[in-house]
């Protein structure tokens, strides 16, 4: 079982490479693993930053839960191109997102048994209104409770809120591909969309037009080979 954490900012739009490069090197130098960290992943979606940090224990548990190695150092360099998101900000702590709902395909099934190594993550970004984390996940209770998640291929899901941002990060045992809009004309999707229409919106409603434009975009990752 992977632990993740999701920590949100603003970027300027376009320095991806830079915000790579950064990591690319620090992930080099440096040993994450020893902090616990086994993984991570860098997204972007229009103006936003979203930093996905991998452990395999729970830090809560395993008492692991110190920053990144060099964190000054990383923040320092990628200080010209992320910047806070949330409204209050006064530590690093309060960019990362609260987890406020997860679900696992039940153990047996064969979603379940899917090699964890084959499974694809999808991020999906919107805006969530303001109290409304209980709703959204009493949706996606009474939905995982059906057969939507195995007609989806969905082995997890986890929703993450900061301030305004919603982040549904939605793990898979087959790659998302445009036969998904098939999907997406369901009763079944048509429905929970419906549903959570009062409660989530795009991030950026001007560009809008339909779920693909909710992914975040991948262009970081690294994994620890030991």
Not at 89 to 109: I, M, T
Request: charge should be negative; charged fraction near 25%; include cysteine.
């Amino acid at each position: 079982m992977v632990f993740r954490n999701v920590i949100v900012c603003r970027m300027v739009p376009g320095s991806e490479d830079k915000i790579a490069k950064v990591f690319g090197h620090y992930d080099k130098a440096t040993r994450p693993q020893d902090f616990g960290v086994i993984g991570r992943i860098l997204m972007s979606h229009h103006d936003l930053y979203i930093h996905i940090v991998e452990r395999n224990e729970d830090p809560a548990v395993s008492g692991q839960n110190r920053g990144l190695p060099a964190f000054k150092e990383i923040a320092e360099a990628i200080g010209p191109y992320v910047t806070p998101y949330p409204r209050g900000w006064q530590n690093p702590s309060h960019s990362v997102a609260k987890e406020f709902y997860r679900w696992e395909a039940p153990a047996g099934s064969a979603d379940a048994q899917a090699d964890s190594d084959q499974r694809h993550l999808t991020v999906i970004v919107g805006r969530i209104k303001p109290g409304a984390q209980d709703n959204v996940a009493q949706i996606f209770t009474e939905s995982d409770a059906g057969t939507l998640p195995v007609e989806m291929s969905v082995t997890a899901r986890w929703l993450y809120s900061i301030d305004d941002v919603y982040v549904h990060l939605l793990e898979r045992s087959v790659a998302h591909t445009q036969d998904d809009a098939r999907i997406h004309d369901k009763p079944k999707f048509g429905k929970i969309m419906a549903e959570l229409s009062p409660y989530i919106g795009p991030y950026n409603q001007d560009t809008w037009r339909g779920p693909v434009d909710a992914l975040a975009k991948e262009y970081y990752r690294w994994r620890a080979e030991d």
